[in-house]
């Protein structure tokens, strides 16, 4: 049984930064990417990040470049989200993800998820 545990959310004003974390449990073959999605208010849940366990090459989405990074923790099946000058765009529920992910960005790919973890950003 897969299971994720997200924490490190919370409220923030513009430009602050937080590190969200993610540790994976019953990890195996099947849990080979590790993503980041979003979701806010009234709006579809989207990709930010993502990484594999395999690979140090990160993927992220547009809006986010430069300012946030995933990371990995092999030994600790745990993936951090670092994100840097927050903003109040960056409001939403965060959530990690694994599975296969053949395309890493699409979150059809990924078959198990974590509870998510708020992301509170005040202008």
């Known amino acids: 049984q897969v299971r994720l545990v997200e924490s490190g959310g919370g409220l923030v004003q513009a430009g602050a930064s937080l590190t969200l974390s993610c540790t994976v449990s019953g990890r195996s073959f099947l849990s080979s990417s590790m993503g980041w999605f979003r979701q806010a208010p009234g709006k579809e849940r989207e990709f930010v990040a993502a990484?594999?366990?395999?690979?140090?090459?990160?993927f992220y989405v547009d809006s986010v470049k430069g300012r946030f990074t995933i990371s990995k923790d092999n030994a600790k099946d745990t993936v951090y989200l670092q994100m840097n000058s927050l903003k109040p765009e960056d409001t939403a529920a965060y959530y990690c993800a694994t599975g296969l992910a053949p395309d890493i960005r699409r979150r059809e790919g990924y078959s198990y998820w974590g509870q998510g973890t708020q992301v509170t950003v005040s202008s």
């Open positions: 990484i594999r366990w395999s690979s140090v090459s990160p």
